[in-house]
């Protein structure tokens, strides 16, 4: 994900750059900049959000298998109620 948004902001700036090259006036050449400035800005941001959303997916998975040992450990506990009680009763 990081590689194809760092990726993606080189190709704008690289294609900006052709675009103006040769009769480019500085103003044209701080507006290219200014807007590589952007997009490596918003290339950074979407990264600390991929590496967010992967922390708390990280972090539900963690809760998930947590839930699930316990479940487990429910159900077995409820397997040997059911063995001892059902025994008494036949």
């Given at each position: 994900m990081r590689n194809l948004i760092v990726r993606s902001a080189w190709v704008a700036v690289v294609g900006g750059t052709l675009l103006l090259g040769g009769c480019a006036s500085v103003d044209d050449v701080k507006r290219a900049q200014a807007t590589a400035d952007q997009a490596l800005e918003a290339a950074h941001g979407a990264q600390a959000?991929?590496?967010?959303?992967q922390q708390t997916a990280d972090q539900a998975r963690a809760d998930v298998n947590a839930l699930s040992g316990r479940v487990t450990i429910i159900e077995q506990q409820m397997d040997a109620y059911k063995t001892r009680h059902h025994g008494q009763r036949g």
């Open positions: 959000a991929a590496d967010h959303a």
